[in-house]
């Protein structure tokens, strides 16, 4: 049975800060160094080009904002380093999970320590004999002062090694300042219920985290909790809590501001264009995703399967029987800690599985975190269950094996150091059109997101118009193609506006006519086709090919035909045959690839194979074989049609 902790553990000598610090500092060098060999060296699926370009040219990312994110960000690219920018940018996550750590060691710390368990918990009052003998037994078991150090390196390791917490380390994206911030707040808030430090400090804290990622607010609820059980619900906390108000609203107001500052000068990213009150608080407020939060049990089911499906590879069975060992031991020693950590828990589990997005796993990372406290709770109570030295060094040696399967299991997962394909595609796709080409796609996670870094930061291919056809669905999209791509606007004034009074009603929440605005939406898409083939070179993607293009819902203008150029489809006015201007080709795929990568896959081998046989069509046998070659270099296991097989 777990005891709770005696009036004895509260007068134990404080550890060496030395020993301390130290042992943070190995916690810190070690993740540095695993955290160093796994970074991506460029960009990587789904948003990190969008950030590291947003961050460069000190932009507007998607909702919401993440203004804190962005000009942090900006002042970092700005060190000279001698590398690519999104190298730095990636570095840059690295550095905030390395922070997220340090200040999870502070904040287990703190809960473990003396002063923790008496805020917690009601201790008699001991005579001076009790005292005296304390003392005494404290001076020939000073070797225990080092256990809640052991619990909290443990705790450390488990959670910066976690799956989905590593994975932030090793590419730009906002979770890993979230994760930063998170421990920070945590920290602050320690601070104040244990040590009396200023609650203002935590008002400032949560400002941070909000402004940076909206589900910071998971953390309030808990927050109020210890505020409460703290100051009582008496006048002067709600006079504190009135103060508090201020500091968030006065540091959330400033750093949001820069939104509308920075839109109103139309930078080459802009999303959303807050300048406008209404599209301020549109884009602050991630309205445009609220239509995926809570939809329905189905979805909420789903994802809670696959969460706990996955739980087990974040820390190994064994980190999973501590933090269990732990959930128990923190109610018996640090109760009211207990139930601030289960609130956190709890409240980010069943917000995140009613989110119903692909790319969920970091929506889990504070019940992650707070696993981890379990974890060196679980730790801690084992070790003091064991009394005898043998049994306890043989339990650390197990959570050392432990800790080191755990590495090894989560090392292949994280690892982005050879994660060069979304770079290799975006590039070559890019090199293979031909001068003031424009291009209609909506392949964000593998293609436009890494685009908006290469064209914007590097200024590779700024020739290049590439259109999103659904962002083509928001007002202030046009905006933007108006500040990067003037020309490709021209002559569809008209159906521009046409289009945008349609959908007015729409992103303002009132009544709309979803046929008209549909009708006008295709419209206005097969308009710039028209009006661009003279000037420009106009492809399409083939995922509209093969879905909107097959499906009917979306028609080229009469008399246009298609052909397989190297990456996309060419639209030409004639179905007379037309050469490939660029045939050298290397794509890096991953030795461990992804659903994203193996979207990229399939993209390009399909293409590849299209061009294959529009050269066998028109009797070009040798293009047609190098086509082949070219396709089996990269895929030497793809099956083969006949024609392209005998050839």
């Known amino acids: 049975m777990i005891k709770k902790p005696s009036q004895t553990a509260f007068h134990k000598p404080a550890l060496s800060k030395k020993i301390k610090y130290l042992s943070y500092t190995i916690v810190l060098i070690v993740a540095a160094i695993l955290y160093g060999q796994t970074l991506a060296p460029t960009v990587v699926q789904i948003d990190s080009g969008e950030l590291a370009a947003v961050q460069a040219v000190a932009g507007i990312a998607h909702p919401t904002g993440y203004p804190l994110f962005t000009m942090l960000g900006h002042v970092f690219l700005k060190i000279p380093l001698f590398t690519s920018k999104i190298f730095q940018a990636n ?47 404290a001076q020939r078991k000073r070797s225990d002062e080092l256990l809640p150090l052991f619990s909290c390196v443990v705790g450390g390791l488990y959670l910066a090694f976690s799956r989905t917490f590593w994975m932030q380390s090793t590419s730009v994206e906002v979770y890993a300042l979230h994760i930063a911030l998170v421990s920070i ?58 103060l508090m108000m201020s500091v968030f609203l006065v540091v959330y107001g400033l750093i949001v501001l820069y939104l509308p500052l920075r839109a109103a000068q139309q930078p080459v990213l802009n999303w959303g264009n807050p300048v406008t009150w209404e599209n301020f608080l549109r884009h602050v407020s991630g309205k445009q995703y609220r239509v995926w939060l809570f939809s329905s049990s189905d979805v909420a089911l789903k994802h809670l399967n696959d969460f706990l499906s996955a739980f087990p590879g974040e820390f190994g069975w064994l980190g999973l029987l501590l933090g269990v060992v732990g959930i128990y031991s923190s109610f018996m020693s640090s109760p009211r800690l207990a139930v601030f950590l289960l609130i956190s828990f709890l409240a980010t589990v069943f917000y995140s599985i009613n989110y119903d997005i692909h790319d969920l796993e970091s929506y889990f990372l504070l019940a992650y975190l707070v696993f981890a406290f379990w974890i060196g709770f679980g730790f801690l109570a084992v070790v003091q269950i064991l009394r005898k030295p043998i049994w306890q060094y043989l339990f650390m040696g197990l959570v050392a094996s432990g800790l080191s399967y755990q590495v090894i299991s989560n090392y292949s997962e994280a690892d982005s150091s050879d994660l060069y394909v979304y770079e290799d595609y975006t590039t070559q796709a890019l090199r293979s059109l031909p001068d003031n080409a424009m291009l209609l796609s909506y392949q964000w996670d593998y293609l436009i997101s890494p685009a908006y870094y290469f064209q914007f930061v590097e200024g590779r291919r700024r020739d290049v118009a590439i259109v999103d056809k659904e962002l083509l669905r928001r007002s202030w999209y046009f905006d933007q193609m108006k500040t990067n791509y003037p020309d490709v606007m021209d002559d569809i004034d008209q159906e521009v506006d046409s289009f945008l009074t349609a959908l007015a009603p729409f992103e303002q929440g009132g009544d709309y006519d979803a046929s008209v605005l549909e009708k006008r939406y295709r419209r206005l898409i097969t308009r710039m086709i028209e009006t661009n083939m003279d000037e420009r070179s106009v492809f399409i993607a083939p995922e509209l090919v093969e879905g909107e293009l097959r499906r009917g819902e979306l028609t080229l203008p009469t008399g246009l035909h298609l052909i397989p150029d190297l990456f996309f489809f060419r639209i030409v006015y004639s179905d007379a045959y037309v050469p490939l201007e660029k045939t050298d080709v290397s794509i890096r795929f991953p030795r461990q690839g992804n659903r994203y990568s193996r979207i990229i896959e399939n993209f390009v081998s399909n293409m590849w194979m299209y061009r294959a046989l529009y050269e066998i069509q028109y009797g070009n046998t040798e293009n047609a074989r190098h086509m082949r070659g070219l396709l089996l270099s990269h895929f030497p296991d793809i099956p083969l049609p006949p024609s392209l097989a005998g050839l």
Not at 94 to 113: E, Q, R
Not at 127 to 134: L, M, V
């Open 91 to 137: 570095l840059l996550s690295l550095v905030w999970c390395l922070v997220g750590v340090l200040f999870f060691l502070k904040s287990l710390d703190l809960c473990l320590s003396p002063r923790a368990m008496a805020q917690c918990i009601r201790v008699p009052e001991s005579n001076s004999s009790d005292r005296r003998r304390s003392h005494r037994s």
């Open 185 to 242: 707040i945590i920290f602050t808030l320690l601070k104040a219920y244990i040590t009396g430090a200023s609650w203002l400090w935590i008002a400032a804290a949560l400002a941070l985290g909000l402004s940076n990622h909206m589900t910071t607010i998971l953390l309030i609820p808990g927050v109020a909790v210890l505020f409460f059980q703290k100051t009582g619900i008496r006048r002067p906390a709600w006079k504190t809590m009135l």
